[in-house]
């Protein structure tokens, strides 16, 4: 058990070094005492080379990709090139002030506004933004933007169709921008039954919001003709980009027709999780959406660039300053590293290692979407019942084994659902280890599944009470 | 450069136990019309040419490794320990997912639990989460989280709260029916007869941030007031290095603390090394945005960590989370853990304190050159004062610059009315002969 940073305390230690005052001790704040602080924070007060130990030591207790394959369905858990994170952290791109003169942080801009537009062409869009700062903002941004399109043609619209194999963010978003929800029931693989869309939609509703391929890992084989059915109905197709590492270089969402689209640079463009953020959500539109993007955007006169602050129609500011600005270099980095042909060959590659796995791993569980996908399927742990055995503990199992587990009980639509994504960055090697493993847990289930439920036992802990932790909360220390 | 692994033997390999006679059969379901053939955009690169490209973009940019700064309005350079870098640059780290799989994840939960740990100690408030995007949207959300829980529509903002900032919230609130109202500046500071004047039975919150963005700190405990007589919220948006001398959000009773945290511990990044922090009483803590983190015990009664209320967020609730936030700013708000961990009550309050001494030192000297005089009367600031100027701004912006000097924030952008104010901001580590140069550089202007 590492600690927790109040026990390491010990007055009068502390880790960093002050800046010399050069001030003359007469001078002193303007400060009047009734502002102050009556008491001081309790901060711990720890010498630096017990901090130093104390974060590597909780390190050793992540699993991370820098240690193994991270399967998570969805997520997209595929190398983040470590030299990106030299290039973002160069001084000349991290040490910027937001507001700096224009003439002075060119390269900066140069940076954003290829950017913006290498996303347009590989998404198919005309104009992005890359304000927003993950992908459920991208998403709010999105709503915005079909909210403020329709409020400027005196249309009432106020729903939103979200298929009921979407990701959580996607309703909350929609919400979030004053529309309802209206849950579309997907079929057994995710997609679209193309008759119950045709009833959901009315003539109110503003949006459909899709995941293509969708969280099945099934590409939706109707798109076009969804399309036509949204379009015709004066309704928008917002694409929820959580899963473009299927399609980068193969197909563009704006060619399907979609008119609005957010991007996960932290998931297909490479940039870390960091344990939970920062990510970036850029949205795309169409050129007819364009006016409504938020501000700032970055404009090209000649050979310099600039931002401009004002639309008559945008939706306004999404957050401070420029977006998250080290993840857009970043993915920027990328992008040039990778070219057009390196991009193409990403989603080839995420789709046959994703397609390989299911090859082998359909005979052990069943995979209620079939047996091709694309960049990720879904296994059902539904027969591990006979044992006594839950998808759960698969997962917690793989824990044991030195893995991060797959994304589980998510799509809601499957029973014991296991989501596996294994990403173009994994040799094969790697994923045939994960499947020997694999198939030894499911084995295991039958013989002696009381390992499986009790699992994990090689981790720093082992399954932790959650009912606990949310019924008498313990927030800090 | 790729980064794809696979050689021509293993795709045959991966492909025959697939059944699939190429790669392009994968990708039938997709209709022919709809492919493309290429992406338009450059082959790629090694990763000696891309390092060099990059270092040629950077050379475009004036960084303040090679500019004395004295601009703040929201992103500010301070000294950043060596230590901080180090830590969040570890892969154990910045390589990890979001902390779903607990037991895998006791690393990031616990630094995460630290953080909320000194954000309350900082706030002196109760409940702390694990960071969203920046300070801007902070602010939106606390915002939101006074309306779900009062059940009241209105706010009220002071006009010293950060412009952008302001620009959000307002984006924030276009789907719900609401109102803000936004108090002008009187002196530099929020007046507190306005806001009584404004203050009424639909307000859910008041907000005020301190010190403003003009750079006063305000009475904030008069606010508090306010806001208990009327049972509204008060929303404080603070500066968190300032919290180690100025009273705690706790102290002048505010019921929700908010603000960036660039501060502690991140470079100035263009603004992009954000973290928003948010902290507020108990009482409010289920109604509260983002994921946060909470003690328990695992099987064998050993201490862990887990993410907790969980059936606040998106992933649970879909249409009825508290906020759509998923994807948040952990490993900026890591830096500010690892940031916060290692100065102690003192260390901070000194650094505090040097900010507020700089800062007035510098006032000092420039409201003694000509045609610079104090903005306001007696102006009471921490690292950021108001000067007005009989200057040519521009003119003094294009003088400091030649100098090597990123001079003050004009303040015309966003208010008219201080058309002829800049505001200079002075942390720890400005020297007195960076600022004493800093004044001779306007004595020429």
């Known amino acids: 058990m590492e600690k927790l940073l109040n026990e390491l305390s010990c007055d009068g230690h502390s880790a960093f070094s002050l800046p010399e005052n050069d001030m003359p001790d007469a001078m002193t704040s303007s400060i009047p005492s009734h502002l102050t602080r009556q008491h001081p924070p309790a901060l711990p007060q720890v010498s630096e080379m017990e901090l130093l130990r104390h974060f590597t030591r909780l390190s050793y207790k992540n699993h991370s990709l820098a240690k193994n394959l991270y399967p998570l369905g969805s997520c997209t858990m595929k190398y983040n090139p470590v030299v990106n994170e030299k290039i973002c952290r160069m001084a000349g791109l991290s040490r910027l002030h937001p507001y700096q003169p224009e003439n002075t942080i060119q390269g900066a801009l140069e940076i954003l506004y290829e950017l913006e537009h290498s996303l347009c062409e590989i998404a198919g869009m005309d104009a992005f933004t890359l304000q927003p700062a993950a992908g459920a903002h991208g998403e709010f941004a999105g709503m915005l933007i079909a909210r403020n399109y329709f409020k400027s043609k005196n249309q009432q619209r106020t ?135 938020p501000v700032p955007s970055i404009t090209k006169k000649g050979k310099s660039f600039a931002l401009a602050f004002k639309g008559r129609r945008t939706i306004g500011r999404l957050r401070s300053f420029y977006g998250n600005f080290p993840v857009l270099v970043r993915a920027y980095a990328y992008i040039v590293a990778l070219g057009g042909k390196g991009l193409t060959r990403v989603s080839h590659h995420a789709v046959l290692n994703a397609n390989y796995l299911l090859s082998v791993l359909k005979d052990v569980l069943p995979a209620p979407a079939g047996t091709r996908c694309m960049h990720e399927f879904v296994l059902s742990g539904k027969p591990l019942a006979q044992y006594g055995v839950r998808t759960l503990d698969v997962a917690k199992r793989l824990l044991d084994k030195g893995y991060y587990a797959p994304t589980i009980y998510f799509p809601l639509i499957v029973e014991e659902a296991i989501m596996i994504e294994p990403t173009e960055t994994e040799t094969k090697k790697t994923m045939d280890e994960f499947v020997a493993v694999f198939r030894a847990i499911l084995a295991e289930a039958a013989t002696d599944p009381s390992t499986l439920t009790t699992s994990p036992h090689t981790t720093p802990v082992s399954r932790l009470n959650e009912v606990e932790a949310a019924r008498k909360p313990i927030l800090h220390f | 450069m790729e980064y794809i692994p696979s050689n021509p033997a293993e795709v045959k390999e991966m492909l025959a136990s697939i059944g699939a006679s190429g790669i392009d059969e994968l990708f039938a379901p997709i209709p022919a019309s709809a492919r493309i053939e290429k992406l338009h955009l450059p082959d790629g690169i090694s990763e000696h040419a891309l390092v060099k490209r990059f270092q040629t973009l950077a050379a475009k940019n004036r960084s303040l490794d090679n500019l004395v700064c004295f601009r703040g309005a929201g992103v500010y350079d301070h000294f950043i320990p060596t230590l901080v870098e180090d830590i969040i640059s570890r892969p154990e780290f910045y390589t990890a997912y979001t902390p779903y799989q607990a037991e895998a994840s006791q690393g990031t939960l616990q630094t995460i639990f630290e953080y909320q740990s000194m954000i309350c100690a900082l706030t002196g408030l109760d409940v702390a989460n694990a960071s969203l995007y920046d300070g801007a949207t902070a602010v939106a959300e606390a915002v939101l989280l006074a309306m779900r829980t009062s059940g009241r529509s209105s706010v009220i903002l002071s006009a010293g709260i950060h412009p952008e900032y302001r620009e959000v919230v307002a984006t924030y609130l276009q789907g719900i029916a609401s109102e803000i109202v936004t108090i002008p500046l009187v002196n530099g500071a929020t007046p507190a007869a306005a806001l009584k004047q404004a203050i009424n039975e639909k307000t859910a919150a008041i907000v005020i941030q301190s010190p403003n963005f003009v750079g006063t700190v305000e009475e904030m405990a008069v606010v508090g007031t306010l806001a208990a007589a009327n049972n509204a919220l008060f929303i404080a948006v603070v500066n968190p290095i300032s919290l180690g001398l100025l009273a705690s959000p706790q102290e002048v009773g505010a019921h929700i603390a908010v603000g960036e945290g660039q501060a502690l511990g991140n470079p100035s990044g263009m603004g992009g090394f954000s973290f928003g922090f948010m902290a507020c009483r108990k009482e409010l803590s289920w109604k509260m945005p983002g994921r946060i983190v909470g003690q328990t015990t695992d099987t064998q009664g050993r201490r862990g960590f887990v993410l907790t209320l969980q059936s606040r967020e998106q992933h649970i609730r879909r249409e009825k989370a508290t906020s759509n936030i998923c994807t948040n700013a952990a490993l900026n708000a890591l830096a500010g853990c690892v940031y916060m961990s290692g100065w102690g009550p003192d260390g901070l309050r000194t650094i505090a304190y040097t900010n507020a001494q700089k800062c007035r030192y510098a006032f000092e000297k420039i409201i003694a050159v000509p045609g610079f005089s104090p903005a306001f009367a007696n102006q009471i600031f921490f690292n950021e004062c108001a000067v007005k100027t009989t200057k040519n701004i521009q003119h003094l912006q294009k003088l400091l610059l030649k100098n090597g000097i990123l001079g003050p924030m004009g303040l015309a952008r966003w208010y008219p009315e201080f058309a002829d104010v800049v505001l200079f901001c002075v942390t720890e580590i400005r020297t007195k002969e960076e600022i004493d140069r800093l004044v001779e550089v306007l004595k020429q202007a």
């Open chain 1, 159 to 293: 729903k939103i169709i979200v298929p009921d194999s979407a990701h959580g963010t996607n309703p909350s978003s929609a919400t979030l921008a004053g529309f309802s929800v209206v849950p579309l029931p997907s079929e057994k693989d995710g997609s679209i039954d193309i008759e119950k869309l045709k009833i959901a939609l009315t003539p109110d509703v503003a949006c459909i919001m899709l995941t293509v391929p969708n969280t099945l890992g099934v590409f939706e084989k109707q798109i076009l003709t969804i399309a036509q059915i949204a379009h015709d109905n004066g309704t928008l197709l917002y694409y929820d980009g959580a899963n473009l590492n299927a399609l980068i270089g193969t197909a563009r969402p704006g060619d399907f027709g979609f008119d609005i689209i957010h991007i996960n640079l932290h998931k297909t463009f490479s940039t870390p999780h960091g344990g939970g953020g920062p990510g970036s959500g850029p949205v795309g539109v169409k050129a007819f959406l364009a006016p409504f993007l």
